[in-house]
C-alpha cells in the first residue's frame, strides 16, 4: 500500500479514500478544503490499495488510524 498524501491538520481524524490506482483521485483536495475552511482538525488521504489487498485494508483500517474511508473505481 503506497502514496500516502498527509492531510492538513495533524490531530483529529483521520480518513482517507482507496482504489487502484489512485493518483487520478482528487478527494483529498476537496476534503482537506473543507477540513480548512470549517477549521476541523482531521485529515483525508489517498492510498493506493492493490485488489487483493482491500479486505486486510479494510478489516484493519481502525487499527491504522482511520476513522473511516471512501472506495473510489475500480474497487
Known amino acids: 500500500?503506497?502514496?500516502r498524501n498527509g492531510g492538513v491538520h495533524?490531530?483529529?481524524k483521520?480518513?482517507?479514500v482507496i482504489g487502484w490506482?489512485?493518483?487520478h483521485s482528487r478527494s483529498p483536495l476537496i476534503h482537506r478544503y473543507w477540513l480548512e475552511?470549517?477549521?476541523l482538525?482531521?485529515?483525508?488521504?489517498k492510498v493506493a490499495v492493490p485488489p487483493d489487498e482491500a479486505r486486510t485494508f479494510l478489516r484493519?483500517?481502525?487499527e491504522q488510524g482511520y476513522a473511516g474511508c471512501n472506495v473510489t473505481v475500480p474497487h
Open 21 to 23: 490506482p489512485i493518483k
Open 60 to 62: 484493519t483500517l481502525a
Open 14 to 16: 483521520r480518513a482517507c
Open 10 to 12: 495533524s490531530s483529529g
Open 41 to 45: 482538525a482531521g485529515s483525508y488521504e
Open 1 to 3: 500500500m503506497t502514496d
Open 37 to 39: 475552511t470549517l477549521g
